[in-house]
């Protein structure tokens, strides 16, 4: 069994990864961690930043399989918040399909700005 300590650590971990996720600002991810009773530290809260990137970009730069048959790329327009001013903005998905009919993302790209 975990001791006390560790569970707070994995949770807050997870906490922080979701807030990340979903584009929370620091000062959302403190406000929640502090209402969870979760410590706040704002360093480590970088470092788990930089590594998911770091996560992120290696997935992105990957080497993609051969027996992939079958591609789609879907994108979803929406409008958001950038820098204080609402702009419209694109996200591409692109699933890729091999021979046993198994998925895979391929690719999350963001355009900002289009028409």
Wanted: net charge negative; with cysteine; hydrophobic share 35%.
């Amino acid at each position: 069994m975990p001791s006390p300590y560790q569970r707070d650590v994995e949770e807050r971990e997870q906490i922080i990864q979701s807030l990340l996720v979903n584009g929370y600002s620091p000062n959302s991810i403190k406000r929640s961690l502090n209402s969870l009773d979760l410590h706040y530290n704002p360093k480590e809260l970088e470092q788990l930043k930089d590594e998911y990137a770091a996560l992120y970009e290696q997935w992105q730069n990957r080497q993609l399989p051969r027996d992939v048959i079958a591609l789609y790329i879907d994108v979803y327009h929406s409008q958001a918040c950038i820098n204080n001013k609402v702009r419209k903005v694109a996200l591409y998905v692109i699933v890729g399909i091999d021979f046993e009919g198994k998925k895979d993302l391929f690719g999350l790209y963001f355009y900002e700005g289009h028409e």
